[in-house]
């Protein structure tokens, strides 16, 4: 029982919490009622290693944030720009971390030049039975990025939607 009329302060308050009640109590309605849906990717399940003994090399992570977790078996082209035009060094699928099992350029392999990496979107949410327009809006993505000094440990952090992709230099 209310002991005295609501304020105009106090209302809004009152509201969202009785609001969010209900909310709650009609997801937990509906939730038997819902469809099955194709099973999701998994999250991590243990840390990241660190890798701050490791030799200089180039590494990747793909990080599916349409359903918030590792971009695990996405199809990845891996190019090197020479002679004006991009050359296939490697092609690769990301192991259930959404990172490559080995680095893209190690040691030997690891040198000054300009880079693609091709990102096989619409294979990924396509095995995944993600329900899409068809056409999907992002097909392959090129990412390309030069590296100046490969004395330095570059890894490439990847998020990308059905819609939309970002990249930026990690170490």
Same mark, same amino acid.
């Given at each position: 029982?209310?002991?005295?009329?609501?304020?105009?302060?106090?209302?809004?308050?009152?509201?969202?919490?009785?609001?969010?009640?209900?909310?709650?109590?009609?997801?937990?309605?509906?939730?038997?009622?819902?469809?099955?849906?194709?099973? $999701?990717?998994?999250?991590?399940?243990?840390?990241?290693?660190?890798?701050?003994?490791?030799?200089?090399?180039?590494? $990747?992570?793909?990080?599916?944030?349409?359903?918030?977790?590792?971009?695990?078996? $996405?199809?990845?082209? #891996?190019? $090197?720009?020479?002679?004006?035009?991009?050359?296939? %060094?490697?092609?690769?699928?990301?192991?259930?971390?959404?990172?490559?099992?080995?680095?893209?350029?190690?040691?030997?392999?690891?040198?000054?030049?300009?880079?693609?990496?091709?990102?096989?979107?619409?294979?990924?949410?396509?095995?995944?039975?993600?329900?899409?327009?068809?056409?999907?809006?992002?097909?392959? %993505?090129?990412?390309? #990025?030069?590296?100046?000094?490969?004395?330095?440990?570059?890894?490439?952090?990847?998020? #990308?939607?059905?819609?939309?992709?970002?990249?930026?230099?990690?170490?």
């Amino acid at each position: 029982m209310i002991d005295k009329p609501l304020s105009r302060r106090s209302f809004l308050p009152a509201s969202l919490a009785l609001g969010g009640i209900g909310l709650q109590l009609a997801g937990n309605a509906h939730a038997a009622d819902a469809p099955a849906t194709p099973a $999701m990717p998994a999250g991590l399940t243990t840390a990241p290693v660190s890798q701050s003994d490791l030799s200089p090399r180039l590494t $990747m992570h793909a990080i599916d944030i349409f359903h918030g977790t590792p971009g695990a078996g $996405m199809k990845v082209d #891996f190019s $090197m720009f020479e002679d004006g035009a991009y050359r296939r %060094v490697k092609s690769i699928e990301t192991a259930a971390n959404g990172r490559s099992a080995e680095p893209l350029l190690l040691e030997g392999t690891y040198k000054a030049g300009r880079y693609e990496v091709l990102l096989h979107i619409d294979d990924y949410f396509s095995r995944l039975n993600a329900s899409l327009p068809k056409p999907t809006f992002l097909s392959t %993505v090129p990412l390309r #990025f030069v590296v100046r000094n490969p004395q330095e440990r570059i890894h490439l952090a990847i998020l #990308f939607t059905p819609w939309s992709y970002s990249y930026y230099r990690g170490s």
